[in-house]
């Protein structure tokens, strides 16, 4: 496990829109690995990387992982310096409390819940406040449409890594670490780190678009069924990446959810099915541009998704940059 490069990843700013930071990131760390490196109009860094077949007769692969992160976004600023906010993203309010919120500007903030005659209920968002040191709207340091990230350093324990927004940093981990090692492929890749997944899905839409692919796959999370009274599902951390069967957004096409399992299989690495109840990911956009790409998704299980503490296992992540390094050097 490349420690400072998931930390790089993970730390750096990047929510949904203003995805400018960890793009720069990115971006200095494919250059040395690709052919070309472009950024499109939504934001979105493609790296391409050609096959080694004859031109023209190429097989174009999308690889997509969202580098944009759920967080923050000021709405209104209280006469004594408190701070109102909605969310970017899948941000649920009960994860916030008690948490802390950073700035693009480096603005630290702790995030609080007002009094509530009725505390037996889960707060809404306009319950919370976050007080950034402000006693009035003049000395705030934000302002309205700033936009904020928690704040959750990654550690690791055993095989087990903890961060904030390890969705999707470790898709883009994964991305990075198959375009380090991969030597050959029938196919064109294109590594797109897209923008804007945790609201829209746009980013990957538009890369698409633009690419045209044959195929795509999204690399992104999926959460587990494997924690105290959980929804029911098959996947467990540490029992191998899963390969998307069908999620709220989407239903893999079959095509690549086989070409993922036979990679699997011929690379020897565990692997689960995966049936997602509740959230989609950028696959669901992609097979949706011109006439329909075939599109699937490898996902890294992960505990407490969306939260500032997520959870993956490094065996996971590691079987998942396998998996695709076979699948694309498979002659
Ligand atoms: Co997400
Ligand atoms: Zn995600």
């Given at each position: 496990m490349d420690f400072t490069l998931l930390d790089t990843l993970t730390q750096t700013f990047g929510p949904s829109g203003y995805e400018e930071e960890i793009r720069a990131a990115i971006e200095s760390i494919i250059e040395p690995m690709a052919?070309?490196?472009r950024t499109d109009r939504l934001g979105s860094l493609i790296g391409v990387r050609a096959g080694t077949g004859a031109d023209g007769q190429r097989k174009k692969l999308l690889l997509a992982?969202?580098?944009?992160?759920?967080?923050?976004?000021?709405?209104?600023?209280e006469?004594?310096?408190?701070?109102?906010?909605?969310?970017i993203g899948g941000v649920r309010p009960v994860n916030c409390i008690g948490g802390r919120a950073r700035f693009a500007n480096g603005v630290g903030g702790t995030i609080s819940v007002e009094y509530r005659e009725d505390s037996?209920?889960?707060?809404?968002?306009?319950?919370?406040?976050?007080?950034?040191?402000?006693?009035?709207?003049?000395?705030?340091?934000?302002t309205v449409g700033s936009t904020a990230v928690f704040v959750g350093p990654l550690i690791q324990q055993g095989t087990r890594l903890i961060s904030k927004t390890l969705d999707d940093r470790i898709g883009c981990y994964v991305l990075i670490e198959v375009m380090r090692r991969l030597q050959h492929s029938k196919y064109d890749v294109f590594f797109a780190f897209t923008t804007q997944e945790e609201i829209t899905l746009s980013g990957a839409r538009t890369a698409a678009y633009r690419i045209d692919p044959d195929l795509a796959i999204s690399v992104d999370v999926t959460t587990t069924g494997d924690v105290p009274k959980a929804?029911?599902?098959?996947?467990?951390?540490?029992?191998?990446?899963?390969?998307?069967?069908?999620?709220?957004?989407?239903?893999?096409?079959?095509?690549?959810?086989?070409?993922?399992?036979?990679?699997?299989?011929q690379a020897d690495v565990p692997y689960q099915l995966e049936i997602l109840l509740g959230g989609s990911t950028d696959a669901a956009a992609m097979q949706l541009v011109r006439s329909g790409i075939p599109s699937g998704c490898l996902s890294v299980p992960c505990r407490y998704v969306h939260t500032p503490a997520e959870m993956v296992d490094a065996n996971d992540v590691e079987n998942a940059i396998e998996l695709l390094l076979t699948l694309l050097s498979a002659s």
């Open positions: 052919d070309e490196v992982a969202h580098m944009d992160e759920i967080g923050l976004m000021v709405t209104h600023i006469k004594n310096g408190f701070v109102r906010f909605t969310t037996s209920k889960l707060p809404e968002i306009a319950h919370l406040y976050m007080d950034v040191g402000a006693t009035g709207r003049e000395d705030c340091p934000v929804l029911p599902m098959e996947v467990s951390l540490g029992k191998g990446p899963a390969i998307k069967v069908k999620d709220s957004g989407m239903i893999a096409h079959p095509l690549i959810r086989d070409l993922l399992t036979q990679a699997a299989e």
